[in-house]
């Protein structure tokens, strides 16, 4: 049930965040998402500060009692008070070192949303840690349905940028409310020193590596915010967001389940082994042809659901998916290093994933934007050898057992693309014609193949199958 509820939550709120997006892409203009999402990285930023590793401490520590929910609580929300002190003094200079002055008002208020959210990690931790997805599902869908319906309201009102501040705001507000209303738990007023000093040891790594990975993820957006405008900014935002929804997601299950069932499988190496090995040849049977898919087939998806002023992102999408096709397959490395209690090992290798991702920038800058993406691409693969090289130093695996698999996926992902697109440029439809019927043989050649072929690793998506029909 553990697993079927972080389903029904996370594409759930994907379903529910597409479905805002595509509303609010209608109705504001690609210079609005621009905007917010030059300020974004420093309240993101902010908020790892904020967690400050230990809601992944909570989870990971065997024994936990009401002082240490009682000391990352308060611990959160005091750092939440300062952190948001410090970007409404420094809105005037963000602001003027991308030259957009409006930044300064919409920063101050943006970063609200941090101390909304620190409201909630603990509650959040508690139903984690006990593997209770089910209030976490309700609360994330009817969070999401209820800001981002009161950001359409505010944008079909004419608000403009100040919709996409509403949205996040009340994400806070209402996650943080509904956690309350369904948790009996509530907070003493107590420190404890040495539950602090427990969690300090284990979390602190954790917000390291959380920092950085938020840093080098929103690098672009600062670059690209910093040396282009809003509006190339709000075209690639866009496209960032819509590549990633099927990766991010299928990564975010990965990444919630198999974490707790690693840290309980830590003394067991050969089950551990074996748990990473079906795990890796299930997400990448299942990641590869929806990502190649969409690359294939955005041209038609954009101009239907996002009206024409969208299609400069066509380019983007399609070489950012290429970039994300492993996305999943880092959360697995991540968690099995994180299972053996090895966070400053995580660290060391996302310290060395964002020196990959500094080396990129530095080489692909002067190619523009899609200079910028061939680097994200050439980066995604240098990080599949990196996890691999240590992981090894975990768990006894051989490299050959991963890449030959991952290949062999590629490949099968590949073949309909390749067949799809030779039909689609010699017999081509209208948009919706081709979503319905190229669509449909791609994922039927993909499947077709799966079974020809006898792929036994692809169990998950098998069974999947054999449920649909």
């Not at 300064?104 to 409201?119: A, D």
């Not at 917000?207 to 709000?234: A, E």
């Not at 920038?361 to 693969?381: D, K, M, N, P």
Request: glycine share 8%; with cysteine.
């Amino acid at each position: 049930m553990a697993i079927a509820w972080n389903a029904i939550e996370t594409f759930g709120k994907q379903i529910i965040t597409l479905a805002i997006t595509i509303v609010l892409a209608r109705l504001l203009e690609p210079e609005d998402f621009g905007l917010i999402g030059m300020i974004t990285v420093f309240v993101m930023i902010a908020n790892v500060v904020v967690e400050g590793g230990f809601m992944g401490a909570l989870i990971y520590k065997k024994t936990v009692g009401d002082k240490d929910y009682d000391t990352v609580f308060f611990l959160n929300l005091g750092s939440s008070l300062i952190l948001y002190g410090a970007l409404f003094l420094l809105s005037g200079p963000i602001a003027d070192f991308y030259g957009q002055p409006k930044l300064t008002i919409l920063l101050k208020w943006l970063s609200g949303s941090m101390v909304l959210g620190s409201l909630s990690v603990v509650h959040y931790a508690m139903y984690y840690r006990k593997m209770d997805f089910k209030p976490i599902a309700k609360v994330g869908l009817l969070a999401q349905s209820l800001s981002g319906g009161v950001a359409i309201v505010v944008a079909y009102l004419g608000g403009g940028v100040w919709a996409l501040v509403v949205q996040h705001m009340l994400l806070g507000l209402f996650t943080a409310v509904l956690f309350w209303t369904m948790s009996p738990w509530r907070p003493h007023w107590r420190f404890n020193k040495k539950s602090f000093r427990s969690l300090f040891s284990y979390g602190t790594p954790l917000m390291l590596t959380s920092i950085m990975q938020q840093v080098f993820d929103n690098l672009y957006y600062v670059i690209i915010g910093k040396f282009y405008n809003p509006l190339q900014l709000g075209f690639y935002l866009q496209a960032n967001k819509i590549q990633r929804i099927p990766a991010l997601k299928i990564q975010e299950i990965v990444k919630k389940v198999t974490f707790p069932d690693f840290t309980r499988m830590a003394g067991d190496t050969q089950k551990t082994v074996a748990y990473f090995k079906s795990l890796f040849k299930n997400t990448m049977a299942l990641n590869f042809p929806v990502l190649i898919a969409l690359s294939l087939f955005c041209g038609d998806l954009v101009p239907i659901l996002l009206t024409d002023k969208w299609t400069p992102i066509v380019p983007y999408i399609q070489l950012l998916c290429m970039a994300s096709l492993f996305l999943p397959f880092y959360s697995l490395c991540s968690n099995i290093v994180l299972g053996m209690g090895k966070s400053l090992l995580n660290f060391k290798i996302e310290a060395i994933k964002n020196l990959c991702i500094v080396a990129s920038v530095l080489i692909s800058f002067q190619g523009g934007i899609i200079g910028l993406i061939l680097g994200q691409i050439a980066c995604s693969l240098a990080f599949v050898f990196i996890h691999l090289y240590f992981v090894k130093s975990v768990v006894p695996i051989k490299t050959s057992g991963f890449l030959l698999p991952m290949l062999q996926y590629l490949g099968i992902a590949f073949i309909p693309y390749v067949l799809v697109k030779l039909a689609m440029e010699n017999y081509p439809l209208q948009h919706f014609w081709n979503l319905l019927i190229y669509g449909s043989a791609y994922f039927l050649i993909y499947i077709g193949l799966l079974f020809i072929l006898d792929m036994k690793e692809a169990t998950m998506l098998k069974k999947l199958i054999n449920l649909k029909l």
